[in-house]
């Protein structure tokens, strides 16, 4: 019998560490932050498998995928004034 890898990684792509990088705003890091305690936070709650489920590609897919949706909107929201 074979054993199965899962290369799984729930914050790939994910800055998670505490320091502010150099060209980051206040701003900037202060909303990382919060977005990676409220992420551990989930993580540590829901567990590793019910996480996967969420996010089968990562956080790190999810996050940009609503950054694409964010700026859709304001382009549209552009076009309608």
């Keep these: ?8 990684s729930a914050f790939n792509e994910v800055n998670l ?11 900037d890091y202060k909303t990382r932050q919060k977005q990676n305690s409220e992420m551990l936070k989930l993580y540590n709650t829901t567990g590793r498998d ?5 996010f089968p590609e990562g956080v790190g897919e999810a996050l940009k995928s609503i950054a694409n949706q964010e700026k859709e909107n304001a382009e549209k929201l552009g076009e309608a004034k």
Excluded at 17 to 27: D, I, L, P, T, Y
């Design 1 to 8: 019998m074979t054993k199965t890898v899962d290369n799984y």
């Design 50 to 54: 019910v996480f996967k489920q969420m």
């Design 17 to 27: 560490s505490n320091a502010r990088s150099e060209n980051e705003s206040f701003k």
